[in-house]
T-cell receptor, first 113, second 114 residues
Framework: AQSVTQLDSQVPVFEEAPVELRCNYS??????LFWYVQYPNQGLQLLLK??????LVKGINGFEAEFNKSQTSFHLRKPSVHISDTAEYFC???????????FGTGTKLQVIP | DADVTQTPRNRITKTGKRIMLECSQT?????MYWYRQDPGLGLRLIYY???????NKGEISDGYSVSRQAQAKFSLSLESAIPNQTALYFC?????????????FGEGSRLTVL
């Protein structure tokens, strides 16, 4: 079985400050990793993904994430946030050879002007 | 037009009523999914289908049923709705293989059961 833990349910941050949203996972097999973003009253859309190769992956809107296999983590970072980044962010894991994606419980990022 | 379309977008119904949520896609993907979103619980998988003849239960299938009418259509039914089925429901699609974790979502159907 696999699981995804997003310990921070809400993260307030001032505009133009850096942010890190934490994600840890557990799985008995190797995984593909994803971050999704949900803006208010919208569906989820892919922010970035790790399939293989470089452990630092870049996504849309200036976000990036680093896969750390030894710590089973995939934290999301942005060096300077904007008001428009206010949204809920979901980490997700897709174990190789399995059929289903497992989502974390989400982190609400609130950017304060 | 959206690649993944859900209808209705909002629905209020009463306990015991039958409800159907519909999903259609123009992505050409074989795989389709129904998720339920509740505050603080993230997204939980209700049912998924890898082709027209393949239907699989997810982690919270009790009280729900699905129908895959065509490659592009996947509907979710609540035979007798109850208040704890009040939630935001999402349909999603994906390709197969290593990119199967890349899901394409509809905009959601908000269901309220009174």
């Amino acid at each position: 079985a696999q699981s995804v833990t997003q310990l921070d349910s809400q993260v307030p941050v001032f505009e133009e400050a850096p942010v890190e949203l934490r994600c840890n996972y557990s799985s008995s097999v190797s995984v593909y990793l994803f971050w999704y973003v949900q803006y208010p009253n919208q569906g989820l859309q892919l922010l970035l993904k790790y399939l293989s190769g470089s452990t630092l992956v870049k996504g849309i809107n200036g976000f990036e994430a680093e896969f750390n296999k030894s710590q089973t983590s995939f934290h999301l970072r942005k060096p300077s946030v904007h008001i428009s980044d206010t949204a809920e962010y979901f980490c997700a894991v897709y174990p190789r050879g399995y059929q289903k994606v497992t989502f974390g419980t989400g982190t609400k990022l609130q950017v304060i002007p | 037009d959206a690649d993944v379309t859900q209808t209705p977008r909002n629905r209020i119904t009463k306990t015991g009523k039958r409800i159907m949520l519909e999903c259609s896609q123009t992505k050409g993907h074989d795989r389709m999914y129904w998720y339920r979103q509740d505050p603080g619980l993230g997204l939980r998988l209700i049912y998924y289908s890898f082709d027209v003849k393949d239907i699989n239960k997810g982690e919270i299938s009790d009280g729900y049923s699905v129908s895959r009418q065509a490659q592009a259509k996947f509907s979710l039914s609540l035979e007798s709705a109850i208040p704890n089925q009040t939630a935001l429901y999402f349909c999603a699609t994906s390709e197969a293989g290593e990119v199967a974790g890349e899901l394409f979502f509809g905009e959601g159907s908000r269901l309220t059961v009174l």
